[in-house]
């Protein structure tokens, strides 16, 4: 760990990965369904401090995800600088994408972008599970993190969450019931609408559409969302 700093190069941070990577991590890993294929057997909470100390920096993350490795990519990810990333990158690195870890650090990252509504939209109507994926859980990080957002900017995905709640591939159903729930959970305005989406959904006919509707009714009619979100609307005094 000593050894990196801002700047440290690609080659030398993948090196520094493959030396401390661990081949007995890979049972824990697939056991949380993380495609192991290219893994060094590197956990988060290791990546995490590598991350703070090599800093962001948008060339080098680009590199780190051509390596194809698990732990790099990971690390582009959390180091690429937002304001720097390109439509072009944003479609290319969904290309790539086959492990929801993966999917959900690189949808932070896109969340951050001017242009992730875009992304959201595209990746939504994309037929591959990891990068429809990838459309709600942009969406699902942008509820909770761009604070100047209108609602009406998260209203207005309700419908689109609505029609693929019918998506019964299990990584996706999980990504929508996750960016329905964050975007209930955003503000009261937009509480009883999700809330209303989600009790529509709880009685569809279809398997998908009712185990997204039950656990998100279970989350937003729950009295510790309701008390956080009063206390979000309750008056300074």
């Given amino acids: 760990m000593a050894s990196l700093s801002p700047q440290s190069s690609a080659e030398e941070i993948v090196s520094h990965l493959r030396a401390i990577g661990s081949e007995q991590n890979f049972a824990g890993m697939a056991r949380f369904g993380i495609n192991t294929r290219t893994a060094l057997g590197i956990s988060n909470a290791v990546l995490d401090p590598i991350a703070r100390r090599v800093k962001r920096n948008h060339e080098r993350a680009l590199k780190l995800w051509q390596s194809d490795i698990r732990e790099a990519r990971l690390l582009a990810a959390f180091t690429d600088e937002p304001r720097k990333v390109t439509i072009v990158q944003c ?3 969904a290309d790539d994408l086959d492990s929801w870890e ?9 969340a951050m972008t001017p242009f992730w509504r875009d992304r959201v939209e595209e990746f939504a109507e994309d037929k591959r599970e990891f990068v429809r994926r990838a459309a709600f859980a942009t969406l699902a990080y942008a509820a909770v993190h761009l604070k ?3 609602d ?3 209203s207005s995905y309700l419908p689109l969450i609505e029609r693929h709640a019918v998506d019964d591939r299990n990584f996706v159903r999980k990504a929508v019931n996750w ?8 503000s009261m305005a937009l509480h009883a609408p999700a809330l209303g989406l989600a009790r529509k959904l709880a009685a569809a006919n279809g398997k998908s559409e009712r185990w997204i509707g039950k656990d998100a009714v279970r989350e937003l009619a729950s009295e510790k969302t309701l008390g956080r979100l009063a206390a979000k609307t309750k008056p300074l005094t």
């Fill in 91 to 93: 479609s290319l690195w």
């Fill in 102 to 110: 993966v999917v959900d650090t690189v949808s932070h990252l896109f």
């Fill in 148 to 150: 100047k957002e209108p």
């Fill in 152 to 154: 009406a900017t998260f």
């Fill in 179 to 186: 960016a329905l729930r964050q975007i209930g959970k955003r």
